[in-house]
């Protein structure tokens, strides 16, 4: 068992997100899932807590009610090689419903929040010439989905 693992909340939709997840991160699987049993009879039956698995971070989904909601407090970094691996999951985390946000943040049909990240960004961010990183910055302010071309061309001052 890991030492940390996120645990989402639910609105008893935690079966739906989990199977999405797993249909866009093609590595992820469902480790267990504990149902309701007797204690909450009006529950009983459905999952409780589903243990699951994405690109090797395991996370916790639980079934729990309407009392919270996802905000962008919280979320989880896509780290991608190339545009095409972030054109695919933007694409892929944004269907049926989600949203697109600024600087390559992104709400899901579940509203949970994403970020997807080329590998060039951090990269861009934290070079040691400011004038190279600032550009960068301000390129990125710009965008909705990263546009690795931009953030090269404001790299290097075209």
Partial sequence: MDKLTPCLWF???AEEAVEFWLSVFKDGKVIDV???GDAMPEH?????????EL????????NGGPQFKF????SVSVNCKDQAEVDRYWSALT???GEEGPCGWLKDKFGFSWQV??????????DPDPGRAQRVFAAMMQMKKIEIAKLDA???GR
């Fill in 95 to 97: 269907a049926g419903g």
């Fill in 44 to 52: 009983k039956g459905k999952a409780l807590v589903i243990r699951y």
């Fill in 71 to 74: 905000s962008e407090a919280v």
């Fill in 55 to 62: 690109a090797g971070q395991h996370f916790m989904a639980l």
């Fill in 34 to 36: 504990t149902h309701y």
């Fill in 11 to 13: 609105d008893f939709n």
């Fill in 117 to 126: 990240v080329p590998e060039a960004l951090p990269r861009y961010l934290s």
């Fill in 154 to 156: 404001a790299y290097e």
